[in-house]
């Protein structure tokens, strides 16, 4: 079990930038996959990036370019680094941790994620 805790979420004007981070209670590459999720209210669940333990990192289309995903093994702490914010990436952010080969074939699929963080807003305005 991993508990995972996101920080760094906020309110920006489009074309700004955040960093969100994420405290693991364990080493990040204790997982297989680490990885940030998003959801607006009424809308599904989003994958927006991921890094696999061998540093591989995986986006999702309408991120890419834009988000960087990476991790600092010796602080536990997964980051996500956000730039040229749209109105589109306003959402709760979660953090995941999945430490089966199931979430290296499909790192978007929120299933193969055991453990959660409890999500932190963004907020992009026009």
């Known amino acids: 079990q991993v508990q995972l805790v996101e920080s760094g979420g906020g309110s920006v004007q489009a074309g700004g930038s955040l960093r969100l981070s994420c405290a693991a209670s364990t080493d990040t590459h204790s997982s297989l996959c680490m990885a940030w999720f998003r959801q607006a209210p009424m809308k599904e669940r989003e994958g927006v990036a991921a890094i696999f333990s061998d540093g591989v990192s995986r986006y999702g289309d309408s991120v890419k370019g834009r988000f960087t995903i990476s991790q600092d093994n010796a602080k536990n702490i997964l980051y996500l680094q956000m730039n040229n914010l749209s109105p589109e990436d306003t959402a709760m952010y979660y953090c995941?941790?999945?430490?089966?080969?199931?979430?290296?074939?499909?790192?978007?699929?929120?299933?193969?994620?055991?453990?959660w963080g409890q999500g932190t807003q963004v907020t992009v305005s026009s």
């Open positions: 995941a941790a999945g430490t089966t080969w199931l979430c290296k074939i499909g790192p978007f699929a929120g299933t193969y994620y055991a453990s």
